[in-house]
């Protein structure tokens, strides 16, 4: 059931991409941000549109869906960049510098950056209660308390003199990959102007158990199935979860935060399967 | 009036700053956003806090104030990249990546741009509905129709085989300055739920003769009292409104949107004194 709703849901986004993006007037940078915004598993997107079936709000949901992942797509593009992780390859292709340039990279990215607000704050997303909160708590999610704040955490620990303990890692996940995850899975209870609370909870173990198995893929992964450059945390003496618990401690303690997840959403029963369904996937999947 | 209006607005505006960026967790991201945000003439927030008082709803603009010096400061840190204008100095100080690196310039300059939407759709803002119009109208004015759409023209420029015509080069500054002075201008109005009409005919033609004053600026401008390289343009060979117009053309087209803009405030009647004040001194300013 999950798998053809992920693949649904990534074809409605997909589609909302054409027509957002199509409607920007011509240039490198709506190239750059179509490019960057192609591919990728839509998983933040699909916690959007699921969170808000969930809710019943599903018809106001897709402009949320697009944000976020526009939100996550200028994200990967300036992590990419020289300055940064310097990488080439993502989602399988050039990345955007590569294919344009560095200030075509850092502009598209900020434009998407603007992009998902302008989406979340549009008319389709509902009352201007609930957009202004979606907006709100979007832009602390983004900024320097969120994910800015672990993808400086992140270039720090690349330079610092020890490696990261447990706690350290645990707090740049939270910002650089649990902010959005945690965005994506509350947006349906904010759609709805719900209690975001049992989301909130499955969204903080998901997003932790999406890392961890991240760190795992990175040491055991296929890069031309992943798309992307892998063992680049080794190759930088970064620690990770795996260096941190090993291999089996890893693959333990994400199962632990799926079990976790799963418990979280027992105030929704079986409405949750779905959402059960993809804790159980984030620590499966091979990409 | 009008400068001690400005020079009052510029310390709330700063002390605003000094309060929500010491509330960030500290790292070289919050010390660079800081640094980014110091200084600066405040025009933007300015006009945001001039115009709210004109409608009654300063006690509510402070936010928007800061939001739209914080989004000037970010498009100012990554501007000044290497792979963009690659500027050293700014405001008189070393630029942020100068400061410390180019990672730390680019992430601050995203953090920057989530914190002005943080702050636009925070409760101080007033009503839902109108902090979700001045969030989707600053999304519009930053994004790839707005902002990023006029410095990708710029960019796009320094490449062209042949200079910009005047009608290009209008485009490009509606977009790179012109889109801030428009969304500053008419918050006061959207901060009021009134009509935007007379303040964006007020901030478009102030918006092109502030351009073109930087023009002039950069020919017959001091390095030392603007903060910041002069002559970059004609070293780059790039077309401006100096080289299309000649100075002296360039100095009377900036006269007439000066008294442009004075004319579109008539709706507010003696009210307006400060803003066409305003509009006087953007042509008469030496930094």
Same mark, same amino acid.
């Given at each position: 059931?999950?798998?053809?709703?992920?693949?649904?849901?990534?074809?409605?986004?997909?589609?909302?991409?054409?027509?957002?993006?199509?409607?920007?007037?011509?240039?490198?940078?709506?190239?750059?941000?179509?490019?960057?915004?192609?591919?990728?598993?839509?998983?933040?997107?699909?916690?959007?549109?699921?969170?808000?079936?969930?809710?019943?709000?599903?018809?106001?949901?897709?402009?949320?869906?697009?944000?976020?992942?526009?939100?996550?797509?200028?994200?990967?593009?300036?992590?990419?960049?020289?300055?940064?992780?310097?990488?080439?390859?993502?989602?399988?292709?050039?990345?955007?510098?590569?294919?344009?340039?560095?200030?075509?990279?850092?502009?598209?990215?900020?434009?998407?950056?603007?992009?998902?607000?302008?989406?979340?704050?549009?008319?389709?997303?509902?009352?201007?209660?609930?957009?202004?909160?979606?907006?709100?708590?979007?832009?602390?999610?983004?900024?320097?308390?969120?994910?800015?704040?672990?993808?400086?955490?992140?270039?720090? $620990?690349?330079?610092? +003199? @020890?490696? %990261?303990?447990? *706690?350290?890692?645990?707090? !740049?996940?939270?910002?650089? =990959?649990? /902010? &959005?995850?945690?965005?994506?899975?509350?947006?349906?209870?904010?759609?709805?102007?719900?209690?975001?609370?049992?989301?909130?909870?499955?969204?903080?173990?998901?997003?932790?158990?999406?890392?961890?198995?991240?760190?795992?893929?990175?040491?055991?992964?296929?890069?031309?199935?992943?798309?992307?450059?892998?063992?680049?945390?080794?190759?930088?003496?970064?620690?990770?979860?795996?260096?941190?618990?090993?291999?089996?401690? $890893?693959?333990?303690? +994400? @199962?632990? %935060?799926?079990? *976790?997840?799963?418990?979280? !959403?027992?105030?929704?029963? =079986?409405? /949750? &399967?779905?959402?059960?369904?993809?804790?159980?996937?984030?620590?499966?999947?091979?990409?």
């Amino acid at each position: 059931m999950f798998r053809d709703r992920l693949a649904a849901d990534a074809a409605r986004i997909q589609d909302g991409f054409d027509r957002v993006l199509g409607a920007l007037p011509d240039s490198d940078i709506a190239r750059a941000m179509a490019h960057a915004c192609d591919g990728g598993k839509r998983l933040r997107g699909f916690l959007v549109l699921e969170s808000a079936r969930l809710h019943g709000v599903e018809d106001r949901a897709l402009n949320a869906a697009i944000a976020i992942e526009a939100l996550h797509a200028y994200s990967l593009v300036h992590d990419d960049l020289p300055c940064m992780d310097d990488d080439d390859m993502r989602r399988g292709r050039p990345t955007v510098h590569v294919t344009w340039d560095e200030a075509v990279a850092v502009l598209a990215g900020d434009a998407l950056q603007a992009l998902a607000f302008e989406l979340v704050t549009a008319p389709e997303s509902g009352p201007a209660e609930i957009r202004a909160t979606l907006a709100s708590s979007l832009a602390q999610a983004a900024g320097a308390r969120g994910m800015v704040l672990g993808q400086a955490l992140d270039m720090a $620990a690349e330079t610092a +003199a @020890a490696p %990261l303990t447990l *706690e350290q890692i645990t707090r !740049l996940q939270a910002g650089k =990959t649990g /902010a &959005l995850f945690d965005w994506a899975a509350c947006a349906g209870a904010r759609l709805a102007g719900a209690d975001i609370a049992p989301l909130r909870g499955y969204a903080r173990a998901l997003g932790l158990a999406f890392q961890i198995a991240d760190d795992i893929l990175d040491v055991e992964g296929d890069a031309a199935r992943a798309g992307k450059r892998l063992q680049k945390d080794a190759d930088a003496g970064k620690a990770t979860f795996v260096s941190l618990l090993g291999l089996e401690g $890893a693959r333990a303690r +994400a @199962a632990e %935060l799926v079990a *976790e997840a799963e418990a979280a !959403l027992s105030p929704y029963g =079986t409405d /949750a &399967l779905c959402l059960r369904e993809a804790a159980r996937f984030v620590i499966a999947r091979d990409s």
